[in-house]
């Protein structure tokens, strides 16, 4: 537990520090600190679940729930002022994109895959972000593809194909609907943050996660009753230390997280915030290892692959937007 506190709580430190500093390539910096809490987030989620020992405290949809309430609450203080500086009669079917997309479907998603993978084979799987988010722009958004983007999202498409393929190999008891979650939600992330960047980039960033957060509070209390998530720390001795990691998931690597990397994609491009999962996996996998979970060489070559094609695509473009 120490070692995962430490992590989200260095990721405090660094952000204030930068706040009160002018440095030259802020977003890079706001990129790598997102990075490090949400590549922390998959073994959080883990330890949401499991507790050291193997054993279930809460069920993969409770830490969903549990996860969105606590970023919703808050978030609460700031709804107020963003419903009133929004348009919400013209822009609610975004904001439901947004909250749903970006939100809600990956929160269960990721949750129930990492009831049969690994938190770092998650973490690798989620480095298809940037792919479909440069299909999205160029399928829904209009925006153009050079030569670069088109080779590089080739070389990504087949770096997950072999992810996809070796991890399920060393996986010992995850079966494919637990990695094709993941790469629904990574779908969903991409839809998210295109939605963001092209279609609300007008609000502030602070606005678009509460807002985002509060649509999904009652459904996330509903389902949180429904899975009659109280009785598990009234039965399980368990639950008070999986709690503290649901607590540090909701607070930092949800509620702070989504703000910061809502920010990023206003000020940058969707496809350079997108890019955040160049990192993120490499943290999962270390932090993964650190906790004993199994690799194999063949999966983290096909994460380089995966890497190095969404680098290709995304160099252009990082040059313009990193700024």
């Given at each position: 537990?120490e ?5 989200n ?8 520090y930068?706040c009160?500093?002018k440095?030259?390539g802020?977003?890079?910096?706001l ?5 490090l809490?949400w ?5 959080l989620m883990k330890?949401?679940?499991?507790s050291?020992?193997?054993e279930?405290v809460?069920?993969s949809?409770?830490?969903a729930?549990?996860?969105?309430i606590?970023a919703s609450?808050v978030?609460l203080p700031?709804g107020y002022k963003a ?9 609610w079917l ?6 749903m997309?970006?939100?809600?479907f990956?929160a ?7 009831t049969?993978i ?6 690798m799987l989620?480095s298809?972000t940037?792919i ?6 160029f ?7 050079t030569?670069?983007?088109?080779i590089?999202s080739l070389i ?5 194909v ?6 399920k190999?060393?996986?010992?008891k ?5 990695i094709i ?6 779908l969903c992330y ?9 279609k609300l980039?007008?609000?502030?960033s ?5 807002i985002?957060?509060?649509?999904l509070?009652i459904p ?5 009753t ?5 009785l598990?720390f ?5 639950a008070?230390?999986s709690?503290?990691?649901i607590?540090i ?21 969707a496809?350079f915030?997108?890019?955040v ?6 943290v999962?996998v ?11 060489v063949y999966q ?5 692959i995966v890497l190095s094609?969404?680098?290709l695509?995304n160099?252009n473009?990082?040059?313009?937007t990193?700024h």
């Amino acid at each position: 537990m120490e070692n995962y506190l430490f992590i989200n709580n260095f990721a405090f430190t660094i952000f204030a520090y930068f706040c009160q500093v002018k440095i030259e390539g802020k977003y890079w910096v706001l990129l790598i600190l997102l990075s490090l809490i949400w590549g922390s987030s998959f073994i959080l989620m883990k330890r949401g679940m499991f507790s050291p020992l193997g054993e279930v405290v809460f069920n993969s949809n409770q830490v969903a729930a549990l996860r969105l309430i606590l970023a919703s609450i808050v978030l609460l203080p700031f709804g107020y002022k963003a419903f009133k500086r929004i348009n919400f009669k013209k822009d609610w079917l975004y904001f439901l994109l947004v909250a749903m997309c970006g939100n809600m479907f990956p929160a269960f998603l990721f949750t129930y895959a990492e009831t049969g993978i690994s938190s770092g084979f998650a973490g690798m799987l989620n480095s298809m972000t940037p792919i479909f988010t440069i299909f999205i722009g160029f399928g829904f958004f209009q925006v153009k593809m050079t030569w670069t983007q088109i080779i590089g999202s080739l070389i990504g498409s087949v770096g997950v194909v072999l992810l996809l393929f070796f991890g399920k190999s060393v996986s010992l008891k995850g079966e494919w609907a637990h990695i094709i979650s993941v790469v629904i939600a990574t779908l969903c992330y991409a839809i998210s943050l295109s939605v963001i960047r092209y279609k609300l980039k007008q609000y502030k960033s602070i606005d678009i996660a509460t807002i985002a957060f509060l649509i999904l509070l009652i459904p996330s209390l509903i389902i949180c009753t429904y899975e009659e998530t109280w009785l598990v720390f009234i039965n399980n001795s368990q639950a008070n230390s999986s709690f503290l990691a649901i607590s540090i998931l909701g607070l930092i690597g949800t509620a702070f997280a989504l703000f910061l990397f809502n920010n990023i994609i206003k000020n940058t491009s969707a496809l350079f915030a997108s890019s955040v999962t160049y990192f993120i996996p490499i943290v999962a996998v270390i932090i993964g290892f650190f906790f004993g979970e199994r690799l194999s060489v063949y999966q983290i070559l096909s994460m380089f692959i995966v890497l190095s094609g969404v680098f290709l695509a995304n160099f252009n473009s990082s040059k313009n937007t990193s700024h």
